[in-house]
Structures are given as structure tokens and as C-alpha cells.
């Protein structure tokens, strides 16, 4: 079983910061990709910001320069910080991560996502 759990979004004002987290646990061999994704009411779901395992990112051209991903390898951990927040930045955030495991079985698997919401 592999588990992906995101932490650390709420409520800020525009133009404020967040920090959120996502970690990989259960049955985790190795990470390779990992990023963010995001949906809004009404919306599809969109990439926010990808990091490969050698530390390669793409993102989203309504966040280039605000936010920035990065990762813990060893703690199986992506970071999404978010700068100057807009109102349309609100959305659920969700994480999403390929996963080897022990038995070298390998997936993506999602978080249930966390809110973020940019109002003032």
C-alpha cells in the first residue's frame, strides 16, 4: 500500500504565501516524478508544477515566478511554496507522485488533495 498525503493549505490574502507538502509512504521503494496539480469549481484539473528526481521542474505559465517546487528524496517529500498569491489560485491543490515499490511494482498515485483558498 502507498499512501500520498498533502498538508498545509487554508485560507491567506491575496498577494500572501503558502506552503504545502506532500509525502509518499507505505510500501515506497523509490520516487521518480512528483508534482502538483490543481481544480477549481467548475474547472479541470491542471498542472501547477512538476520535479523529476534529478531535480528537473516545469510549470504552469499563470505561476512561473510565484511558486516554486522542490523535493526531499530521502523523505520521500515534494514542496509547493506559493508566493503573491491571486484569488484565482484558489482551488483544491493535489499532489501526484510515480512510485516503485518493494516489489518493483510501479504507479502514480494521487493525495486527497488540500484547499487553498485566496480571499481577502
Not at 48 to 72: K, L, P
Amino acid at each position: 500500500q502507498v499512501q500520498v498525503a498533502e498538508s498545509g493549505g487554508g485560507l491567506v490574502q491575496p498577494g500572501g504565501s503558502l506552503r504545502l507538502s506532500c509525502a509518499a509512504s507505505g510500501d515506497v521503494f523509490s520516487i521518480g516524478a512528483m508534482g502538483w496539480y490543481r481544480q477549481a469549481p467548475g474547472k479541470q484539473r491542471e498542472l501547477v508544477a512538476w520535479e523529476t528526481r534529478d531535480g528537473s521542474t516545469n510549470y504552469a505559465e499563470s505561476v512561473e515566478g510565484r511558486f516554486t517546487i522542490s523535493r526531499d528524496n530521502a523523505k520521500n517529500t515534494v514542496y509547493l511554496q506559493m508566493n503573491s498569491l491571486k484569488f484565482e489560485d484558489t482551488a483544491v491543490y493535489l499532489c501526484n507522485a510515480h512510485v516503485r515499490t518493494t516489489f518493483r511494482l510501479e504507479g502514480w498515485y494521487w493525495g486527497q488533495g488540500t484547499q487553498v483558498t485566496v480571499s481577502s
